[in-house]
């Protein structure tokens, strides 16, 4: 559903309580009830539906539990439905039911087979947990937890697709307390870290913990996060309805405690939400009968990622990315782990890539995040960056020179000390340097100043790496691989003047008929020295090396990604 039917849905809905409320019909919700008609617009629910188990099984017969769920599903608006407990029966009915109401599914199996999914097919009675998602189409992930070799096999299912307009990453699982030390939160967290690539990310499932001493610190990694994720909000955290009294005590504005999930009056289910991708967190829990559990709905508003400053870093999570330009024409964006090593890759841009040149390094609309400069054609055009690596409308750079046939313009961060980001240009003649201007009105432009000439023509034959401030004198220095001899110099910058002296890295020699392709994002592993991504040479294939620098050079290559880099046409 368009963001334009669900506004008009949610105000009919509005206007439909108010007018019964003026008929007399309406009965005031609960303080901690969250109403469909105002909640927030982000969506999910989670529910653990009991499918297998004779001591909680519903007694529906399968069109009326699917009925059942899909009114739930349709009633809270939900952006992606996490169930547990799913016997594949339930789960092949409620997926052909809601595919007329614009969701996609995908399945994780821990069982292949159970006595208990015999009530909903006789034909496949394999159990496990499902994920809905309103969206044309999705990417699924799953993997096993490493559980006790006696005990009952848990998964993580996810799937990447648009909410809210937004590539997000919704994720469903059910925890187990016999998997030591956190029920198996940091397994899942590890998988959702790598599988992210730097995107939002929403985590809903049965956790089988909840407040209290014993079971509440088992879900601290996933409130912690790792880097790529950052930190998690905690759907119902701010639901003072269910604060402890400690936390009431202490006037606490969140609280590790929520709306109890179970007939037993135990919190286990609950919605995470990457807390620097959305706010003001809401949940509710209802319920429909179907189940030992209750139904958890989550809301939350979708926030913008600010970005942190750090070179190199598109996704806002302090750790320089890769951009890959492939043949196809597409350009993919690598999320960095910040050890050299690299996500799962994802697509930002479709179709005209494949013989621009790209690079990023530099906040060139004024909002806080390095955008992507792209050489496509003959124009010099720049893609700001949502918050997450994601790309918005192109702007055509302004100011001067307006044509860049036979040169090599490439985002090189602040070269001239002044505070705003630079453009160092390759030509026949030459390194030259153009100077950014302050972006106005969220449009990028140049500088009104003539071009400086920073390199001689030697620079012809050079490629051109930019690894940011190497000596830390808060102006961006460049780096230069001699083609003919695979020879690696450094040069630091001088301002706006001819770039100094240079000096031979220690790197052995990067012959481009061996690593045809090479870029630097700067220091990837935090040690305060530039690092070096390239392809590398294998048969008829290519892979891709990472090699870590060091207080000379570049230290021992590691191939990280094998195969298939012969297709990418440019690294950015």
């Known amino acids: ?3 334009l039917r669900r506004t008009a849905l949610r105000w009919g809905v509005r206007l439909t309580a108010v007018l019964a409320l003026l008929a007399g019909t309406v009965t005031v919700a609960a303080a901690d009830t969250v109403d469909p008609a105002t909640a927030p617009p982000v969506r999910t629910i989670t529910y653990n539906v009991c499918g297998q188990s004779s001591t909680c099984q519903s007694k529906l017969e399968l069109p009326d539990w699917t009925a059942k769920v899909r009114d739930e599903v349709l009633a809270w608006d939900a952006d992606a439905v996490m169930l547990q407990e799913l016997c594949s029966g339930q789960y092949d009915a409620l997926r052909t039911e809601l595919a007329g109401h614009g969701y996609t599914a995908v399945w994780a199996s821990t069982k292949p087979t159970t006595t208990g999914c015999a009530h909903w097919s006789t034909t496949d009675t394999s159990f496990g947990q499902g994920l809905f998602v309103k969206a044309p189409a999705v990417q699924k992930y799953t993997a096993q937890l490493d559980v006790p070799a006696d005990k009952e096999a848990r998964s993580v299912l996810c799937a990447r697709a648009p909410v809210d307009g937004r590539t997000t990453l919704l994720c469903t699982t059910h925890l187990a307390q016999y998997i030591v030390p956190d029920n198996g939160s940091s397994q899942v967290m590890a998988k959702i ?3 992210a690539a730097g995107i939002p990310v929403i985590l809903g499932g049965d956790l089988n913990a909840g407040p209290g001493p014993t079971y509440d610190p088992m879900l601290n990694p996933i409130r912690d996060g790792l880097p790529g994720t950052g930190p998690f909000a905690e759907a119902d955290e701010n639901d003072i309805d269910h604060f402890t009294a400690a936390c009431l005590q202490a006037g606490a504005s969140t609280c590790h405690s929520g709306e109890p999930t179970t007939a037993e009056g135990v919190k286990f289910d609950h919605v995470f939400l990457s807390a620097r991708d959305f706010h003001t967190v809401r949940a509710d829990a209802i319920e429909p009968g179907l189940s030992d559990h209750k139904l958890l709905r989550a809301a939350a508003y979708p926030e913008t990622r600010a970005g942190s400053g ?12 890769l951009l890959a330009a492939k043949d196809d024409g597409n350009l993919r964006l690598y999320s960095g782990t910040g050890g050299g090593s690299l996500g799962v890759q ?6 005209g890539w494949a013989d621009a040149v790209i690079s990023h390094r530099g906040d060139w609309t004024g909002d806080g995040r390095e955008d992507v400069l792209a050489k496509i054609g003959d124009t010099l055009w720049v893609y700001p960056n949502t918050g997450s690596g994601e790309l918005g409308t192109r702007i055509a750079m302004g100011g001067r020179p307006t044509g860049w046939t036979n040169a090599t313009p490439l985002a090189a961060g602040d070269v001239d000390g002044d505070g705003l980001p630079d453009v160092v240009v390759r030509s026949v003649t030459g390194l030259w340097l153009h100077r950014g201007g302050a972006a106005v009105d969220g449009a990028p432009t140049f500088a009104p100043r003539a071009a400086v ?4 023509a030697e620079w012809a034959g050079y490629d051109v790496l930019l690894p940011g401030d190497v000596d830390h004198d808060r102006r961006a220095d460049v780096w230069a691989r001699d083609r003919a001899t695979g020879e690696l110099k450094e040069y630091r910058s001088n ?3 001819e770039l100094a002296m240079p000096r031979t890295l220690d790197a052995g020699p990067l012959p481009p008929a061996d690593r045809r392709l090479a870029v630097t994002a700067g220091d990837v592993t935090g040690d305060g020295t530039p690092d070096l991504w390239t392809t590398r040479t294998a048969g008829t294939a290519e892979n891709l090396e990472f090699l870590p620098g060091t207080s000379t050079g570049l230290g021992t290559p590691v191939t990280i990604g094998t195969g ?4 990418m046409k440019a690294l950015g």
Do not use: C, F, N
């Open 310 to 321: 750090a070179g190199g870093d598109l996704t806002g999570d302090g750790r320089p990315d």
């Open 495 to 497: 301002g706006a003047l």
């Open 193 to 195: 870290d790598t599988w």
């Open 564 to 567: 298939g880099w012969q297709w």
């Open 346 to 351: 994802r697509q930002i841009g479709t179709g």
């Open 453 to 456: 000439q920073i390199g001689k």
């Open 1 to 3: 559903m368009t963001r």
